[in-house]
């Protein structure tokens, strides 16, 4: 049962004093003022108040005279409140939970109601681009930690009734915010109740990782699959297309992308240079990506048959072939230059911006330089794991990058172990875990390929617009 406040103020000033610990923490501040011949006690944070607007507010208080003093907090919202957003709230712990999240909250001595003045600014960044998701056209806008800026940068681009923000909050002791975001309509409905009810049921103390908590929240199944069961992106223009396209958008609090739901193979391979180009350029793009990425998976392994099968070598393509003395079979420099690829890249993570070029550049010397000429690896497996390195960043998506190199990597120990069998059950393996995944929808991760659907294959695979009837009718699937 809820817990109401007492509209004697003494009583409440003791209570929230003790429950918010206000002598123990130096950033909860609660001031006790009088207007109008009426005590009253402000609560909030600080750091989270606009000091411009309390400062009015208190100026337009302290001109109240005990005649104009309203009775009840109805009345004072409805006639004595300059300010937009406000709210009255009777229950203790939803006042205690609006003054943690930022929300300034006024009791007043013979108000059975608390004033919850929604007057937080939370320390932000610009929005501008960002790092990960950049585009060669298109807008420069990015999505950030805070929550609010990341709605309107979506309501920016839809100017429609049927966008829908749905709050909900998650965590015992985080209470982090989360928003539903999707176009009523369009929008899988019941997909819609399955992800509310998920969200509604998670019992966690806290999002301690906010989205990756939550995507490991409503999606607990098969953890030995490493393709990705969510698209994230950090751009409101894919935000947006992917609503209007009938998909669900998760915002979590202080992260800053966007959860796209559901997705599929297609959905994770396309990005936003497909659409701010001509659609023969958007095409070609699309199909340099899918080819790409296939070649990065079977290269290796693929190399690594051939030399143990030179006779298997297409006629003019024998200086594939390793000439000089190999030191180190080839399937351990495959695997050590594996592994040193994401030892470079998490060095560079951790590098300062201003040192990052040099060391970058010394480093790509010495391993590419130095570790050829004393004999560790081969020219021909640096130059083939080089185009396996750099094929990861034509896709934007770190979970299919690295489920593409845990898959290469099975096959190149099982094609060092079974030889031409090997290879075949390698992508055979890397077949078989694309084809049996399932979207957090639990519909196929390669539709519209299984099942088929010509029309939305033909879609997927060259970037023609969609008219809007079909964008109505299709938007559901996957």
């Known amino acids: 049962m809820p817990d109401y406040i007492s509209a004697n103020l003494d009583e409440s ?93 006024m009791l007043v001595d013979g108000y059975e109601d608390a004033i919850a003045i929604d007057c937080r600014t939370y320390p932000a960044r610009g929005v501008g681009e960002p790092e990960k998701d950049k585009v060669m056209r298109g807008s ?29 909050q998650a965590g015992r002791s985080s209470k982090t915010d989360i928003v539903l975001c999707f176009m009523k309509g369009r929008v899988d409905e019941k997909f819609l109740n399955v992800i509310r009810q998920r969200i509604q049921k998670i019992d966690v103390d806290a999002l301690t990782m906010n989205q990756q908590s939550l995507a490991e929240c409503l999606y607990k199944h098969h953890w030995f699959n490493p393709f990705p069961k969510f698209k994230f992106s950090e751009r409101p223009d894919t935000a947006a297309a992917s609503v209007l396209e009938g998909n669900l958008i998760v915002l979590v609090d202080t992260s800053p992308a966007a959860m796209i739901l559901p997705t599929s193979i297609f959905d994770i391979v396309e990005e936003a240079d497909d659409y701010y180009f001509p659609p023969i350029t958007g095409t070609y793009l ?55 690829i994401d030892g470079l890249r998490l060095a560079a993570l951790n590098t300062p911006s201003m040192l990052s070029t040099p060391l970058s550049v010394t480093a790509g010397l010495v391993i590419g330089e130095f570790t050829v000429s004393s004999g560790w690896f081969n020219s021909e497996a640096m130059l083939y794991m080089a185009f396996v390195a750099i ?76 008219p809007k009837s079909e964008k109505r009718r299709h938007g559901n699937a996957g």
């Open 13 to 105: 000033i003791a209570y929230f004093n003790q429950a918010l610990a206000v002598e123990d923490n130096f950033d909860i501040i609660y001031r006790v003022v009088t207007f109008g011949g009426r005590r009253a006690c402000l609560y909030f944070i600080d750091g989270f108040v606009k000091d411009e607007i309390m400062q009015k507010l208190m100026q337009n208080f302290g001109s109240m005279t005990p005649e104009q003093t309203p009775k009840n907090g109805y009345e004072m919202l409805k006639g004595s409140m300059p300010y937009i957003e406000v709210d009255l709230l009777r229950d203790k712990q939803q006042i205690i939970d609006n003054i943690l999240a930022g929300v300034t909250c």
């Open 140 to 168: 420069r806008d990015g999505f950030v930690e805070t929550l609010v800026f990341n709605t309107a940068l979506i309501r920016r681009r839809i100017r429609s009734t049927d966008l829908t923000m749905e709050m909900y």
């Open 286 to 340: 699309r199909f340099s990506r899918f080819l790409i990425n296939i070649i990065a998976l079977v290269l290796t392994p693929l190399f690594l048959l051939l030399t143990n099968h030179p006779e298997w070598i297409p006629g003019g393509f024998e200086f594939i072939m390793i000439k000089d003395t190999m030191n180190i079979p080839l399937i351990w420099q495959f695997l050590i230059l594996e592994l040193a």
């Open 391 to 466: 094929a990861n960043y034509t896709q934007s998506s770190y979970e299919l990058g690295y489920a593409i190199k845990f898959l290469r990597i099975i096959s190149l120990i099982l094609t060092w172990f079974f030889d031409v069998w090997g290879f075949a059950g390698g992508m055979l393996l890397a077949v078989i875990a694309i084809a049996t995944n399932r979207t957090i929808a639990g519909k196929s991760y390669i539709y519209p390929l299984i099942p088929f659907n010509a029309r939305r294959l033909f879609r997927h695979l060259f970037r023609i617009s969609l």
